[in-house]
């Protein structure tokens, strides 16, 4: 489909899938919705772009991914990018700020940071939709269950601890919140994991994820009860 409002992603990416396979290409665009319902009913098909090679009709830009033996992304399926992702991305922010301002003396400040802004960016995830998030979280967590307010609470908690601990400030008030939701969040995810073995998706990035709950769960939670033990110590 190509008009004025509109432009089929999927049909750009079968064009470039195409020509990158090595096939010459006749693009025959949809240009208007009546055009667009009777190529649909005349093919019997219910999506657009379709990929016709010679007479041979392949389908839309997932079966395009199939003939050409690419593999093709399953949204429901269970993965741990985001977090990887969000991680490796505080981590590089925390060693861009550590050494910006101690140059190689940093480590120390490098790994609370990364603990800051790793938190920061987790409630980030949350804050996009707290209802959803708060949803996936009354799954499992324990005090959430017994007080639902308190899945609507976390994200703005979290986002606090993680600002005031990368700033240095009020540590009296951070490392009390970061030791409660983390303790809590350790104890739920521990329980539902490797007691009750129960198969469930981790709000921690967010309602809509596909992260499963578990190893990576426990230790976001761990990393926070312990982050917080730090500040008092320190």
Known sequence: MVMDAHVCPYGLKALHLLRSAGYRVDDRHLTSRAQTDAFKAEHGVATTPQIFIGDERIGGHDDLRRFLGKRVRDPKALTYRPVIALFALAAAMALAIGWAAEGANMLLLTLERFIAVAMALLALQKLRDVDAFATG??????????????????????????????????????????????????????????????????????????????????????????????????
């Open 137 to 234: 979280f009354l799954n499992y967590d324990l005090l959430a269950r017994r007080w639902v307010p308190y899945a609507y609470l976390y994200p703005y908690a979290e986002a606090a601890a993680g600002v005031l601990m990368l700033s240095g400030a009020l540590m009296w008030l951070s490392a009390p919140i970061m030791i409660f939701i983390g303790g809590i969040g350790a104890v739920s995810v521990f329980k539902a994991v490797y007691i009750d073995r129960r198969e469930l998706k981790c709000a921690c990035v967010g309602g809509d994820s596909n992260v499963p709950l578990g190893f990576v769960s426990l230790t976001e939670n761990l990393m926070m009860f312990g982050a917080g033990l730090w500040m008092l110590l320190r």
